[in-house]
């Protein structure tokens, strides 16, 4: 027996308008619906970000309350970060021609005297605050940051190697204009026994505050909290603060920052890096005066 067909009414077959378009505008179509869906998704979740990042800044603070070393590390970086801009501006000429005026006469001494201002601010930035802060700190003392002598006694001869060892680099890069033209960094430093006598030993403080610092208070700070991993967090800082010497002095620094940052830590003692730096440091300045045929007793 047949069953009877039955007639299909054409109008159920017909399609949903967005079948019957091009396929561009179909495309098209569907781009803006999901435009449409998306952006107030994106918005919600716009808005919930900025609230996550209030409850976990929130968080945040709530850790470093509650674990004391976290706290101590972050103490100390800051006040890395405090230190580091005292020094980059309250240090600069123009704030020592702010304070100062300039003298109504002639002044042989005006550069100096802009020098001395430079190392004041860096003896305040790189040791009067890091000392006190590391006398505040709980279970901190300042004599933590690295201030033994029997460490830098019992391996001295490592740095005097250390010295013997970078002191024909410093000779061939003392022919180069660029470094001859840098230093001294007091350009009156030839002119007599005294002013290279003042300037080298305001230059020794200035690299006692910078070993006090850098592996002394950032090295022996934070390597009780990260161990040896102070050492490459302290360069960084190290490396960018010479950022206006010469190209072979910035690049080296970052070796240099590396071998006595993990002398500092090893030996318990930041001596040896300030006799490394105080010896390079003259060495550098006389070979640079020579060059120019600037020495004091070449002319008195």
Known sequence: MKLPLRRTNQSNLRLPSSHILSPEAS???????VQSTAIPQLRSESESGLGNSAENLGGFFAEVKATPALGQVAVICVTACISLGLVEFAGRPQTFLAVFSSPAGPDPYWVLRLKAWWVACI??????????VMSLLPGKRVRDCHLGWRGFAQHYWIYAGLYGAVLPLIWLVAQTPSFYTFYPM????????SDLLMWEGMYAGQFIALEFFFRGFLVGGLSKHIGALAVPVSVMPYMMIHFSKPLPEAAASVVAGLVLGWLAWKTKSIWGGVCVHCAVAATMDLLALAQKGQLPWLHG
Request: charged share 25%.
């Open 27 to 33: 495309r098209k179509s569907r781009r803006q619906r």
């Open 123 to 132: 003896l305040v930035g790189y040791v009067a605050l890091p000392a006190l």
């Open 186 to 193: 007091y350009p009156q430093a030839g002119r007599s026994w």
